[in-house]
């Protein structure tokens, strides 16, 4: 598995959160996919930063979730500091089921010619404790990751791993929290 702390190069979302005043609750088992709730949520929360022995730096700032939903953006500088990426970046419960979408731009808030139309979408498959395991919707594009795992689970971190069907390597991006 290649480990790889730059997601904007492959045009796919991280995730991020700075410290809480409040920790979050865990739940103990994993649980079927069905409406989202802050407990959830609530470990995304927050500044998380990535940075690659290269000086890239990937940055998620997460809003408090309100309501079993939470919105986020993503900032990736390179070497030099200069902005290759944004992302805006939301979770919620739609029919019953979590939903996460995101929508790349360029540094001039231009949306990328992939997503003028439809961002990318997974579906969250399970969630447990500090972890969601989310996969490509059925209206997702096949750009798309076809698993992505969040996985908070070790205080202070944060561990995106995105898994292609396309024969490319999984990409894992560690955050610190900030």
Known sequence: MKTILLAGVLGVASLGAAALTIQPSQTTEAEAPRALTDKHLAFLAGHWVSESPDGAVVE?????????????MLR???AAGEIGLLE????????????????????DLTPWEAEKEVPS???????????????????????TPAKMTYDGSVPGELTATLEFDTGRDPVVIAFKRR
């Open 121 to 143: 979408i997974v579906a969250i498959e399970s969630f447990e404790g500090n972890k969601l395991v989310m996969v490509r919707h059925p209206d997702g594009s096949s750009r």
């Open 60 to 72: 998620e700032h997460w809003l408090e979730p309100v309501n079993g939903s939470i919105t986020g």
């Open 88 to 107: 805006i970046l939301t979770i919620q419960t739609e029919d019953g089921q979590g939903i996460f979408r995101w929508r790349h731009f360029d540094k």
């Open 76 to 78: 990736w500088r390179n």
